[in-house]
Every structure is written in structure tokens, then in C-alpha cells.
């Protein structure tokens, strides 16, 4: 009995070593020799566990912007990135952790990548292993035939006739943050300052509880908090999320965000889902729960589900949406003439009345602004993608297990593309819409590109709604 029990010990213990082996050796080394036999470089892994990651962490701090071009944060946020491309071309190879990360500069291969309609391209696996807390296994995070299911659903909730449902939740919303900043003006006799970001965070968590789940920030203000708590947590973990198994290792800060994951699912249940279930409103919670209720899943795996979706509708509208437009009120009040130009096309269309969905699609000089501060700040820095099976784009073949990354600040910002004054504040530049921008629309993504893009555009209405992808 002793030698079997060895014996099964040793096979365990060398099974495991076997695994260990090829995810952390074995395979990112062929991964990258696949890539480097089509002429694609890059650095060698510094280390054979975190990659090129304390590289990366080492040049994430540059000179700061010079006074030419006030905009050109890509030079401190992706150095190290743009040192490669200087050394490898256009497309190269570096490893975050184990696993081996394409970088894309190239035009056409991007071209290619943003009209992909391949499921195969997918989101990266660490959205819903490391970052779980914030993502689990939602729309956001999901890949394959459960991406496809996830969209499908939600899919209803997001037409243009719910859109147009939705002005009045958001109105009350924008109307409640005028309010607050009348009532703190007033107090003190016309004139005070004003941490607009923190209102706007509020702001933006009100309006997409009422939108979404029929809430409102004061009920689910708790949800709220501890979701900043966890994207905090995740923050901080910076690129070593990569190490493989580290999500696991009993940290002080691994120990917090289980806490938080226990404490917003709790939440969501308690606050979101019971509303519900007594109001059976019409928003997007009841798509989610519809979905999981005429779902193949076992029922241990439906709570997850719509508890993974309610997280991803979160953090997709949360602080994106407060982010975006505490950089939008930055620029106009950084550049008077266009914010004369913007209240006075306002009190033109809108006539002193409440905006609403009709006169907002008129509004082109606003969606002018919108478009220019999207592309010099926008939400994603970076466009990430995954390789679920081997694909080929413009004649580059990406084998399965490869992240593609695309660089959206950078893109933005090309001076071969948006022209010499691209590192400038110059909305005029879509007077004519997204084409008559850029060179190469494509490469305009501050939502993401291809089947996972999670806005939509209609320039010819002058208007930026949600969708379903991401």
C-alpha cells in the first residue's frame, strides 16, 4: 500500500512539474518562436516568472510633456513602448509574466484587426482569472459561445428605442448634479470651487443604476463604494497579475479584494436583484435575469452569472463615464472659445429647455468637443485581445495563447495620421465626422474595436450611444 501511494505521489508531483514546465517555459518559448521565424522581434523575458514586466515598471515614469505638445501623455504612460518600436519596427514581442504579447503599430494589420468579426478573437483570460473581482465571467470578460449568449441578451436592452427610453433616468440624474452645484453656489454668495470629478463620479453611478437596474445612487451607493474599493485593489497589482497563480498567494492585498468580491456580490443580491423581483421594471436587469432564467446553466452557476453581468455593466459605465467627462470640462474650460461656442449652440437648439434626446442629436458642435476629447483622452489606453484559436491577419500569422495589443493613446495621437497638429486641442477637425478626420478612421477605438467594441458611432445623427460587445 506504502509504494502505491509513492507511486501515485510521484506521478501527481511529476504531472504537475510536466504542467508547470510547458505553461511556464515550454510553451511561451514556441509561442515566440512562432512569431520570430515571420520576422517578428522583440525583447528576450528578463526573467523566466515575471517576463519583461519589471522592465516595463521601471520606464513607466518620463520627461514630462513639453509645452508644444501638452497633450502627449503616451510618452509617459507607454516609454518603454515606444523604445521597442524603435529597436523592433512596427510589430514586436514582449512577455507579461508567461505569456507572450504581440504589439501592434502596424496600420494594416489593424485594419484588419478592427474589422474582425471572428469570435476566435477574444477577450484576454486574465479580465475574468485576475481581474474576476471586478468582471467574473460577464459580457465583458466572456469569450466564445458564452460571449455570444451574453451579447444576445443584452442585446434588447440596448436598442434605439431604449436609448430613447433612457432620457429621462439620465435627465433626473444631470438635473440632481446641477441642483447640488446651484445649492453650493448659493451658500457661498456666487462664487466657489468645485471638485467636479467627485461629483461626476456620483453623478455617473446615479445615472446607471437608474438606467440599468432602476436604482438610484442612494440605494446603491454602498455597491458603489466597494466597487471603487476593488478597482483600487486591482490597480494596484499593476503588471504582475501575470505571474501565473499569484491571484491565489494569501496577500494582504489578495485577501481584501476576496473580501470586497464577497461583500458587492452580497450587495448586488440584496439591493439590485430584490428591487426587482418587488418592481419588475423594464431596464437591463431584467434582460440579465431572463437570461439566466432561460439558460442551460445548473442553478449554482446562475447567481455567478447575474452577478458577473451586473458587475460588467459596473464597470464598463462607472468611472468611465464620470472620467470622461471630467476631462471634457477640463478642455472647455481650458479653451474658452470653444466653450462660448458650445453654450451658445446649447441655448440655441435647447431654447432654455431641458436637452433632450431629439435636440441632443443636433448638437454638432458639442459632439465636435466629445469626439476631440475622446481621442486625446481616452478611456483605454490600450486595446487588448487574445488569440482563442490561431489566426492570420494581413498575412501575419497569431498563433492560440497570444495577447494582441494595440496602442489606442498612440494611435490617437499619430501625427502621420491626424497631422502636425495632432497633439493639439482642435475639435474642428470632425466637422466632418470621423472619416473626414484621420487619414485612417480604423484607428479611431476609444471604444474598442471589431465584434467586441462596446459603444456605437452614428455620425450622421451626431450621437455616441451604448451597446453590447465589451
Not at 468580491?261 to 430584490?274: C, N, P, T, V
Amino acid at each position: 500500500m506504502f509504494q502505491i501511494m509513492a507511486s501515485l505521489a510521484a506521478v501527481v508531483i511529476l504531472s504537475m512539474f510536466v504542467w508547470l514546465y510547458n505553461s511556464v517555459v515550454a510553451t511561451p518559448r514556441r509561442l515566440r518562436r512562432l512569431l520570430r521565424e515571420q520576422g517578428i522581434g522583440g525583447p528576450p523575458p528578463a526573467n523566466f516568472l515575471l517576463g519583461n514586466v519589471l522592465e516595463i515598471k521601471k520606464l513607466t515614469r518620463a520627461p514630462k510633456t513639453t509645452a508644444e505638445d501638452p497633450h502627449n501623455f503616451a510618452a509617459q504612460l507607454q516609454t518603454i513602448f515606444h523604445k521597442w518600436r524603435r529597436q523592433f519596427g512596427d510589430m514586436y514581442t514582449f512577455t507579461l509574466g508567461t505569456t507572450p504579447v504581440l504589439v501592434v503599430f502596424d496600420y494594416d494589420v489593424i485594419k484588419e484587426l478592427t474589422s474582425s468579426k471572428s469570435i476566435d478573437l477574444g477577450r484576454p483570460l486574465y479580465l475574468s482569472k485576475d481581474l474576476g473581482s471586478l468582471l467574473g465571467k460577464g459580457v465583458s470578460a466572456a469569450n466564445g459561445k458564452l460571449w455570444e449568449y451574453e451579447r444576445k441578451l443584452m442585446a434588447p436592452g440596448v436598442n434605439m428605442n431604449k436609448i430613447q427610453g433612457m432620457k429621462n433616468s439620465i435627465q433626473q440624474s444631470a438635473i440632481k448634479l446641477i441642483d447640488s452645484w446651484k445649492i453650493l453656489i448659493d451658500e457661498e454668495g456666487g462664487k466657489v470651487d468645485i471638485k467636479a470629478d467627485t461629483h461626476l463620479l456620483k453623478f455617473s453611478g446615479d445615472a446607471i443604476l437608474r438606467v440599468c437596474f432602476g436604482s438610484n445612487y442612494v440605494e446603491g451607493e454602498q455597491i458603489l463604494e466597494k466597487f471603487q474599493d476593488i478597482v483600487q485593489v486591482s490597480a494596484n497589482k499593476g503588471f504582475f497579475f501575470a505571474i501565473p497563480g499569484m491571484r491565489y498567494v494569501p496577500t494582504k492585498q489578495n485577501r481584501r479584494e476576496w473580501k470586497l468580491r464577497k461583500d458587492i456580490k452580497h450587495l448586488i443580491s440584496k439591493i439590485l436583484i430584490k428591487k426587482h423581483e418587488a418592481h419588475n421594471e423594464e431596464n437591463m436587469l431584467k434582460f440579465i435575469l431572463e437570461g439566466a432564467k432561460n439558460s442551460n446553466l445548473r442553478p449554482n452557476e446562475i447567481e455567478d452569472f447575474i452577478i458577473d453581468n451586473c458587475k460588467s455593466i459596473l464597470s464598463a459605465g462607472y468611472e468611465t463615464l464620470s472620467v470622461a467627462a471630467s476631462w471634457l470640462l477640463m478642455l472647455l474650460a481650458s479653451n474658452r472659445e470653444w466653450q462660448d461656442r458650445v453654450r451658445e449652440e446649447v441655448l440655441g437648439v435647447c431654447k432654455g429647455q431641458v436637452p433632450d434626446f431629439d435636440s441632443i442629436r443636433h448638437l454638432k458642435q458639442l459632439t465636435m468637443v466629445i469626439y476631440e476629447s475622446l481621442r486625446l483622452y481616452t478611456g483605454a489606453h490600450i486595446g487588448s485581445r487574445y488569440a482563442i484559436n490561431d489566426l492570420e491577419f494581413a498575412n501575419i500569422r497569431i498563433p492560440k495563447g497570444v495577447i494582441i495589443w494595440t496602442m489606442t493613446t498612440t494611435l490617437h495621437t499619430d501625427p502621420n495620421i491626424w497631422g502636425p497638429d495632432s497633439y493639439k486641442f482642435k475639435p474642428e477637425r470632425f466637422a466632418n465626422g470621423i472619416s473626414g478626420a484621420c487619414k485612417l478612421p480604423h484607428l479611431f477605438t476609444p471604444f474598442g474595436y471589431g465584434t467586441r467594441i462596446c459603444f456605437s458611432h452614428l455620425e450622421n445623427q451626431n450621437i455616441i450611444f451604448y451597446g453590447t460587445g465589451e
